[in-house]
């Protein structure tokens, strides 16, 4: 099981019960308005704002709250300038953690990832010290009790799905990143409702954590994803079920 698959099935469960729920909102307003502000406002122009909105749309996020992000980007109204950054480290048992940045204070930023790190058992490190660990893929998760296999793998494929796996409950589409939307809208127009979809960063391989390594690892990950100035965190982990589940 692929490290990414494993800690997205933790992330999803725990939306559901999460009571900082509203920090979803909030990583997903300035991804809209850093995507508008590249790529300007136009939503069938901008694949990046694009995808950002489905997202948005997917967490029920009102359409006037997307709207004010939007021209946020595109200057219409005034709004904060967010600088884009990649930070790269290790967690417990050498677990490779990659992490995507929106802030304007990078220094506040790069500060907090460094706490956080040392206070879960891993450290903050250069920049290429994991990244090629990864590679950027599409990735939509559907559960497997939802879908017939051969109907998924027939709508999948057809649109242009590189592969389609099966993990735990879930099944996994994956995708080259610019396939990603067209396999997205087609399992949409059959009617294959997904629990995940995103270009996201899969692991080449996987790090296996047990114990109080795994417990810190799962530490790890909240605290980051918990950051304000953190948009997405990566990592090779892979995190026994039985520990997942004891921390839910």
Known sequence: MSGHSKWSSIKHKKAATDAKRGKIFTKLIKEITVAARMGGG???????LRTAVAAARSENMPKENIERAIKKGTGELEGVNYEESTYEGYGPGGAAVLIESLTDNKNRTVADIRSIFGKNGGNLGENGCVAWMFDKKGYIAVESNSIDEEALMETASDAGAEDIREDDSNFEVITAPGD??????????????????????????????TGKEAE?????????EDCDDVQKVYTNADIPDDI????Q
């Not at 136009?42 to 990046?48: K, L």
């Not at 810190?216 to 980051?224: F, K, P």
């Open 244 to 247: 997942i589940n004891g921390m």
């Open 216 to 224: 810190q690892m799962v530490r790890l990950m909240e605290m980051l």
């Open 42 to 48: 136009d939503i069938e122009a901008n694949p990046r």
């Open 180 to 209: 990603f939307e067209a396999v997205r809208d087609a399992m949409e127009k059959a009617s294959i409702a997904h629990i995940a979809a995103e270009v996201t960063m899969l692991p080449q391989t996987t790090t296996n954590l």
